[in-house]
Every structure is written in structure tokens, then in C-alpha cells.
């Protein structure tokens, strides 16, 4: 009656020990090297326990290499996941966290400039507003009838600038 307790306690501990040495492997397929604003991010959470594909919720972050912008988000593992660059990605480079029991995968890519802006016009306002992910530092050149000037601009991401058109009255080309 003595061996088959200990056997039994033998077998629970070696069973016990079975499923906490579980090895888990995890890596980020589908990743390009850049992207652009309006792109989106394609990707897979890959994870193995043991060699084989398992489905978990993985954590998976996104963040730009200056810690300013933080994207978290939970994903099911071997699922293809998308993830949209809006216009608030800086042109930095960014990287990509996946974690899971311990383990963790990371990999780097690029968010391309884009320095697009918007000119408006309401009522004697000139507006210019920064859309793209830079400062934009472009010369800006107005002409009103005959008269033209060159304006050095450093609008910040997110930004605008706002003029007051002055001129005599009249029609012009602007």
C-alpha cells in the first residue's frame, strides 16, 4: 500500500512538472519595413507552446522609438490583425511588442514623412493647417493682384497658421 502512494506522489509531482515546463515560442509575422499614413499595418501574432500553434490573446503594443505615442492592443495569436497609421504617427521609427507568459518578440519599422497641408480661404483668413506627421517649413507664396510675398512657415504637427488678408478693395487672384 506504501509503494502505490509513493508512486502515485511520484506521478503527481512528474505531472505537476509536465505542465509547468510548457515552452512557449512567439513571433511577429507580416510586418514591412515602412509604411505611410493612411496604410495599414498588416500583421500575425505567431505562437507555439511546445512546437505546436495554440490561439491565445496575446499583448501586442505599438509605439514610436521616443515613447511618445503608446498603441496597446489584445490580439488573438495566428490571426492576421491590422492595425491603421493615422494621421497622429509621427515619421519616426516605431516598433512593435508582442508578449506572451513571459516570452516577448520585438520588431522595428519606419512611418514615412508626410508633410501635406490644407490652404483655405474664409472670408479675409488664410488658413494653412498642418496635416501631415512633420513640421512644415516650406515658403508659402502670396500673391494678391501684383503684390507678392514669400512667408517661411513652421507650423507644428497638428498645427495652423492664420493670416488676415489685407488689401485695397477690389477683386483678386489669390
Do not use: C
Not at 16 to 25: I, K, M, P
Not at 91 to 106: F, I, N, P, Q, R
Not at 136 to 158: A, C, F, H, L
Amino acid at each position: 500500500m506504501k509503494k502505490v502512494g509513493i508512486i502515485i506522489a511520484f506521478a503527481m509531482i512528474f505531472l505537476s512538472l509536465t505542465f509547468v515546463s510548457a515552452s512557449y515560442s512567439i513571433d511577429i509575422s507580416g510586418l514591412k519595413q515602412s509604411y505611410s499614413i493612411g496604410e495599414e499595418i498588416s500583421y500575425t501574432v505567431l505562437l507555439l507552446q511546445d512546437g505546436k500553434i495554440i490561439d491565445k490573446n496575446v499583448d501586442a503594443i505599438f509605439s514610436d522609438d521616443f515613447g511618445r505615442r503608446e498603441i496597446k492592443k489584445t490580439v488573438l495569436s495566428n490571426v492576421k490583425n491590422t492595425l491603421l497609421v493615422d494621421e497622429n504617427f509621427s515619421s519616426l521609427g516605431w516598433h512593435v511588442k508582442a508578449t506572451y507568459e513571459g516570452k516577448e518578440v520585438v520588431l522595428s519599422f519606419v512611418i514615412q514623412e508626410n508633410s501635406k497641408v490644407e490652404f483655405s480661404i474664409d472670408g479675409n483668413k488664410f488658413i494653412i493647417k498642418n496635416k501631415g506627421n512633420v513640421v512644415y517649413s516650406k515658403d508659402v507664396k502670396v500673391r494678391i493682384g501684383n503684390e507678392e510675398n514669400v512667408y517661411t512657415q513652421n507650423i507644428p504637427v497638428g498645427g495652423e497658421k492664420v493670416w488676415i488678408l489685407v488689401a485695397p478693395e477690389g477683386t483678386y487672384n489669390i
